[in-house]
């Protein structure tokens, strides 16, 4: 078929989540006699569940191939020209084109375009010291980081693991060490793990990990990376300490991946990520969207702009725009930040604000903790769970919700997100008409009971 170049190109930088879910909408919405779609990938996988590489790491996944959702022969099938191993290295937006350099021979070429979806994701956070980029240090954010990760794996003779940071990557990694046979030893720069709680609640899962093998130093800032003759790594440094390694996993955090975005001008929020209005369009840009991890997002519950990076809202973005491009229309009207996850049979969940969140939004709040199980207490195998629930002064209104339990904790956040986005209160929430049976929660769930308490709290200030 001869196809002329009066279609319309949209181009897509980024073949995971965002970039991917983009292209496959606009084209169920414009086909190729309508809309020509270029995507580029620097990396070798598309459409993949960087969420599972923990897992995949620890052998819970056994088949690299398994978090793939959507292959490139797949991509291509469906009329979306998608090249791999190639960089984009600058926008030229007055232009509206951009420039791809190949990876492997290093040609460059220049791209036109009609249409901009940024979708480059974000990097792992590599401390500016010593030794960061020694050989056996390894961040982990794609499927070629966990590759690199797990090739090192195979051929270090050492069993001694150190991983810098106790956020979701930090936590997720070390149990998929421990899985792997390694003495673990977890450097935090915070006063306890997962920052995303309150430290109260973050203790919960210090005590967790150190009953799992795993040696949890919290307070110390790691000041550098030693390396052996061959430039391999061989111990980490603190403040007053020094631990042995033979791999080193970076579990810090990460960043928006915006390096072209800000050198082509584009509007960075506070936390760098990009700035777009709720069709994800880039504000102030007609022709350019952005979604996944490079963007920020606003916070329902707070008002602010907020950078969190996960795959959840990744996939959503994607829809939306590729809804947009093709023709549609469609928006993203916000988060409540939600995020569940677990250290072997932990479970952590999180949604709204923690205390320091509220503190700087400037929410005056009531702070509530309950320990109940998660079944009813003489049903058999029923687990201990902490719920912590924030309630604003006065009003009531929910503003945040942690989970730390065993089997059937975690997805409990759930009901507390629904209740975050629908503006509900504590005292409205203790008439949520719940599913009840012994095997499944005592009567008044554990999520009730904290609000319960919480909305006591309210009337009692009042």
């Not at 800000?262 to 069709?279: E, V």
């Not at 907020?306 to 916000?334: D, E, M, S």
């Not at 952590?348 to 503190?359: M, S």
Request: hydrophobic share 40%.
């Amino acid at each position: 078929m001869n196809m002329s170049r009066t279609r319309e190109r949209l181009v897509v930088i980024g073949g995971d989540a965002a970039g991917m879910s983009a292209a496959s909408q606009a084209r169920r919405l414009k086909g190729p006699e309508e809309l020509e779609i270029v995507a580029f990938e620097r990396g070798h996988f598309t459409s993949y569940s960087a969420c599972g590489i923990p897992y995949w790491v620890g052998g819970d996944v056994t088949d690299r191939d398994r978090l793939i959702a959507r292959t490139p022969e797949e991509h291509r099938a469906r009329d979306i020209d998608l090249r791999l191993r190639t960089e984009v290295t600058e926008l030229d937006l007055d232009g509206r084109r951009v420039r791809a350099r190949d990876v492997d021979s290093g040609e460059e070429s220049w791209t036109s375009y009609d249409k901009l979806v940024i979708a480059t994701g974000a990097r792992p956070i590599r401390p500016d010291m010593p030794g960061a980029d020694a050989a056996g240090v390894h961040g982990v954010q794609t499927l070629d980081d966990g590759q690199a990760l797990l090739d090192t794996l195979e051929r270090t003779r050492g069993r001694r693991a150190v991983v810098v940071g106790a956020g979701y990557i930090g936590v997720e990694m070390a149990e998929a060490l421990i899985n792997r046979g390694y003495e673990v030893t977890v450097v935090n720069r915070g006063s306890e793990p997962m920052s995303t709680l309150d430290p109260d609640m973050g203790c919960l899962v210090h005590e967790a990990m150190e009953g799992l093998g795993i040696t949890m130093v919290n307070d110390a800032e790691v000041t550098k990376i030693l390396t052996d003759d061959d430039a391999a790594v061989r111990a980490v440094v603190t403040q007053d300490r020094e631990f042995p390694a033979d791999v080193v996993v970076l579990g810090i955090g990460v960043r928006p991946e915006t390096t072209l975005a800000k050198a082509a001008g584009l509007p960075l929020g506070p936390h760098g990520g990009l700035l777009t209005d709720r069709s994800m369009r880039v504000r102030g840009h007609e022709n350019v969207w952005a979604g996944g991890d490079c963007v920020e997002v606003l916070d329902l519950v707070s008002g602010q702009e907020r950078h969190i990076p996960l795959g959840t809202h990744a996939n959503k973005h994607g829809q939306i725009i590729g809804t947009n491009v093709g023709g549609g229309y469609a928006t993203f009207p916000g988060v409540v930040g939600t995020a569940v996850s677990k250290v072997c049979d932990l479970e952590i969940a999180r949604t709204g604000l923690r205390e320091k969140d509220a503190h700087r939004a400037g929410l005056r709040f009531h702070s509530v903790t309950i320990e109940s199980t998660s079944r009813a207490g003489y049903y058999p195998n029923a687990s201990p769970m902490t719920v912590k629930m924030l309630a604003e002064h006065r009003t009531g209104r929910l503003l945040g919700v942690q989970i730390v339990g065993r089997e059937g904790a975690g997805k409990r956040v759930d009901i507390a997100a629904v209740a975050l986005t629908a503006g509900m209160t504590a005292e409205q929430m203790t008439m949520l008409d719940l599913g009840y049976a012994p095997p499944f929660s005592p009567v008044w769930d554990p999520v009730l009971v904290a609000a319960r308490k919480a909305a006591a709290k309210v009337r009692s200030s009042a």
